[in-house]
């Protein structure tokens, strides 16, 4: 069964770059994966921010950015903004019974 | 613009139903697949059930297998989950969510004595 790991925390400087990954424990993770990443501000329904690792929405800001690094995939925010604390989910795609599985998810503070 | 609006959520006993209902508009509903998400009170997400655009093929999360039924009506623009024999640790806020792109505002279920 398959499990994916994120960061639990990670801590931003206002208008620096962070990145967020996001493992398997099947192995590598490739865009057969089809990743995706959520943000979720506190008392807030999720967004989808990236899909199928690097495509953004109409609505994604231009400072996210999805890709695949050292066999995780990752989630870079360059310059971040105060609105952009969060907590940040990915999803990866599975060929199997149980198709799509979600990570433990983020705590981005922006301090 | 796309709407989904999720309903049928409450308090309910150990081992009761309940079915939930997401009402869908702005998009072509009957040409997408649908997911639903759930979230437990102070969690992360859960991925629970997926359903394809003309519903004939359906995944569940191991742990709502055999007591979970994803469904749709295409021509009521509607999707469905039936939860039976519910247990506590059910209790979460269930989303609708369209291709993965977007999101309900949730509907909260509770399972409790």
């Known amino acids: 069964q398959a499990v994916v790991t994120q960061e639990p925390s990670k801590t931003v400087s206002p208008g620096g770059t962070v990145t967020l990954t996001c493992a398997s424990n099947?192995?590598?993770?490739?865009?057969?994966?089809?990743p995706y990443w959520f943000q979720q501000k506190s008392g807030q329904a999720p967004r989808t921010l990236i899909y199928?690792?690097?495509k953004k929405f109409s609505t994604t800001p231009a400072r996210f950015s999805g890709s695949l690094l050292g066999g995780k995939a990752a989630l870079t925010l360059s310059g971040a903004q105060p609105e952009d604390e969060a907590e940040y989910y990915c999803?990866?795609?599975?060929?199997?019974?149980?198709?799509?599985?979600f990570g433990g998810g983020t705590k981005l503070t922006v301090l | 613009q796309v709407q989904l609006v999720e309903s049928g959520g409450g308090v309910v006993q150990p081992g009761r139903s309940l079915r939930l209902s997401c009402a869908a508009s702005g998009f072509a509903f009957r040409s997408f697949v649908m997911h639903w998400v759930r979230q437990a009170p102070g969690k992360g997400l859960e991925w629970v059930a997926v359903?394809?655009?003309?519903?004939?093929?359906?995944y569940y999360t191991d742990s709502v297998k055999g007591r979970f039924i994803i469904s749709r009506d295409n021509s009521r623009n509607t999707l469905y989950l039936q939860m039976n024999r519910l247990r506590p640790e059910d209790t979460a806020m269930y989303y609708c969510?369209?291709?993965?792109?977007?999101w309900g505002q949730g509907t909260l279920v509770t399972v409790s004595s």
């Open positions: 969510v369209w291709g993965l792109g977007s």
């Open positions: 199928d690792t690097t």
């Open positions: 999803l990866l795609s599975y060929n199997d019974a149980r198709p799509w599985v």
């Open positions: 359903i394809s655009d003309d519903g004939s093929n359906k």
């Open positions: 099947t192995g590598a993770v490739t865009s057969g994966h089809n």
